[in-house]
């Protein structure tokens, strides 16, 4: 999750933003709140370190056809108890 994508996520009239500055349709400027910002980042963190941890798709697919569904859900528990939401 990156800053850009939180201020999306946080801030519904921002559509464009130029570094640190956001702005609405009309190209105004928006003032962000930095700390729900960064509430936000925080609280999705766990969404990248899964996705980096979890077995490529095709590891994923092998995992299923050579050991069944509960080995494939013991591989992603792992990862899911590793990283918890929020």
């Known amino acids: 999750m990156n800053k850009h994508e939180a201020i999306f996520a946080t801030h519904s009239s921002v ?5 640190d ?3 609405d349709a009309d190209g105004n ?3 962000y709140n930095e700390a729900v910002v960064q509430a936000y980042i925080n609280a999705n963190a766990y969404k990248a370190k899964r996705a ?4 490529s798709i095709i590891d994923q ?7 069944g ?10 990862v899911k108890d590793k990283y918890p939401k929020g």
């Open 69 to 78: 569904m509960d080995s494939w859900k013991t591989a992603i528990q792992a």
């Open 29 to 31: 400027p928006v003032q």
């Open 21 to 23: 500055d956001a702005f």
């Open 61 to 67: 697919l092998d995992l299923l056809y050579h050991g």
């Open 15 to 19: 559509v464009t933003i130029h570094g």
């Open 52 to 55: 980096a941890e979890y077995p």
